[in-house]
């Protein structure tokens, strides 16, 4: 069964960067699409940003010009480069992966927190 292993979350102070890792267990060219998802607590899950097997990108407004989602297809991971980070990019950060048939497989989350 395919996994999803999300790294590189921890503790950042404001207006600082992380980039966080999405290693696939298997092809990452079986998916469709693959993205970047975070829960905050008492909030519900929501999209940072998506990539496309062709590599088009869409990002949620709240962090456009500062992260920037990508992938290695050759060492099967996506990555999330979070710049100019702020209070409220604390979060479990999921990575997600949907297939060409609509199935979507998570990861287990990486926490992040911005905090001085």
């Known amino acids: 069964q395919v996994q999803l292993v999300e790294s590189g979350g921890g503790l950042v102070q404001p207006g600082g960067s992380l980039r966080l890792s999405c290693a696939v267990s298997g092809s990452i060219a079986r998916f469709n699409i693959m993205g970047w998802y975070r829960q905050a607590p008492g909030k519900q899950r929501e999209l940072v940003a998506t990539?496309?097997?062709?590599?088009?990108?869409n990002y949620a407004d709240s962090v456009k010009g500062r992260f920037t989602i990508s992938k290695d297809n050759a060492k099967n991971t996506v990555f999330l480069e979070m710049n100019s980070l702020v209070p409220e990019d604390t979060a479990v950060y999921y990575c997600n992966g949907r297939y060409y048939n609509g199935a979507i497989r998570w990861g287990q989350g990486t926490q992040v927190t911005v905090s001085s």
């Open positions: 990539i496309t097997s062709g590599g088009s990108t």
